[in-house]
């Protein structure tokens, strides 16, 4: 496989799915620039206006250090892809579930929103190596080795190829074939997987996305590699020929991240993930945005869910809110639920847990813990009693 940079610029107009590509910016949009258009009082501000519940993270200062050393909370978002966000062509505003998620995120610490755009990976490498953001929509585990810490996936993307509806091929194995030019977006997971897995066509990578469809509608490639999502919008508004192939060469799935080091963050950010989509905040999110080749992938194993719970339990208790033998009462019970499944008992583990969703409700009753602090944790807790009764 031979793989070409394509260096020149290409500019897309009136692809709103696509997030305006006209104004976009080479590179993220300097902070102080950010102060007036970009910075989101996530208690009024326009963009944060998903009906969905709150989740509180009960942060503490070890969690705070790690996602908000500087006051805000700084989230970087690639608006490249739509997947992530799409930016208004006039506005400049960011919409879209990785907005909706950063707004609960921020909404939960208690912390202002600071949104960082990008208008692609390279983009959004290069802001984590300087470092001018604490969290990121949205790492594939082969961008974030070595360089960033990823956090559970809230989502996973289908990508497959898109062609002109006159071509010949059926199929994602067809495409890779002698003399097939193929763009792709530059360092994005599709150019990752490929880069490793095509065998005879050539990869034609551009700085954005919206450049490399631009290569396909005007015909320099043969077809254009990733998410379904892109694709569609594309297929609508500027390639109408256009066709995607029926089956996936990936399906991506994608995570927050956050830079090495921080794991007080990524275990809270974890934890947050895991309430997003048991709580339909990942699923609202997509039907907003019109997401289409999505999937929400399932849960992490019980023992992890168990632990987020146990490190919240202990931010209640560094915080005040629970004293040490209201602290102890419930950890306690997750303790014995990580021991029961440890020994493969998980019927008895998950009477432990039925005992810690008991003292949560005894808890909120006696208005120790408040409506939003108990159900961010019977959230986690009633989904694990669940899903191992089915």
């Not at 707004?103 to 912390?111: E, F, M, Q, S, W």
């Not at 994602?172 to 193929?182: E, F, R």
Request: hydrophobic content about 45%; overall charge negative.
């Amino acid at each position: 496989m031979r793989i070409v940079s394509q260096a020149s610029a290409v500019l897309l107009l009136g692809l709103a799915m696509l997030a305006g590509c006209a104004d976009r910016p080479t590179g993220p949009v300097p902070a102080v620039q950010l102060a007036g258009d970009w910075a989101i009082d996530v208690a009024s501000g326009p963009v944060c206006d998903i009906d969905a519940a709150n989740w509180e993270g009960d942060r503490d200062r070890a969690v705070l250090n790690d996602l908000a050393p500087r006051g805000p909370l700084r989230v970087g978002i690639n608006f490249g892809n739509p997947n992530n966000a799409t930016r208004d062509p006039v506005t400049g505003r960011l919409s879209g579930l990785a907005v909706d998620m950063a707004c609960k995120l921020a909404h939960g610490t208690d912390a202002q929103l600071l949104v960082v755009p990008y208008a692609g990976i390279p983009q959004i490498l290069t802001g984590l190596a300087q470092g001018e953001f604490d969290v990121a929509f949205t790492f594939d585990p082969s961008l974030a080795t070595g360089s960033a810490a990823r956090a559970i996936p809230h989502i996973g993307v289908e990508n497959t190829y898109l062609v002109p509806g006159n071509a010949s091929f059926q199929s994602v194995a067809d495409v890779d074939a002698p003399g097939v030019l193929i763009s792709v977006g530059q360092s994005n997971a599709p150019d990752i997987y490929l880069t490793g897995t095509l065998e005879h066509a050539t990869l034609v990578r551009t700085a954005t996305v919206p450049q490399a469809l631009a290569l396909l509608r005007t015909g320099q490639v043969n077809a254009f590699a990733g998410s379904r999502s892109v694709e569609a919008a594309f297929i609508a508004i500027s390639f109408p020929s256009g066709r995607m192939l029926p089956d996936d060469f990936l399906v991506a799935p994608l995570g927050m991240a956050l830079a090495l080091g921080q794991g007080d963050g990524l275990g809270y950010v974890n934890e947050f993930v895991d309430w997003s989509k048991t709580s339909g905040l990942v699923g609202l999110a997509i039907e907003r945005a019109g997401l289409i080749g999505v999937v929400i992938p399932p849960p992490p194993p019980p023992e992890q869910r168990i632990t987020f719970l146990q490190n919240h339990v202990a931010r209640l208790e560094h915080n005040g809110v629970l004293n040490r033998g209201q602290s102890g009462a419930l950890a306690i019970k997750l303790q014995g639920a990580l021991e029961k499944l440890a020994i493969g008992e998980p019927e008895a583990a998950m009477n432990k847990v039925a005992a810690f969703i008991n003292q949560v409700d005894a808890f909120r009753n006696a208005g120790i813990l408040s409506d939003q602090q108990s159900g961010s944790l019977l959230e986690i807790a009633r989904d694990v009693g669940a899903r191992a009764a089915a």
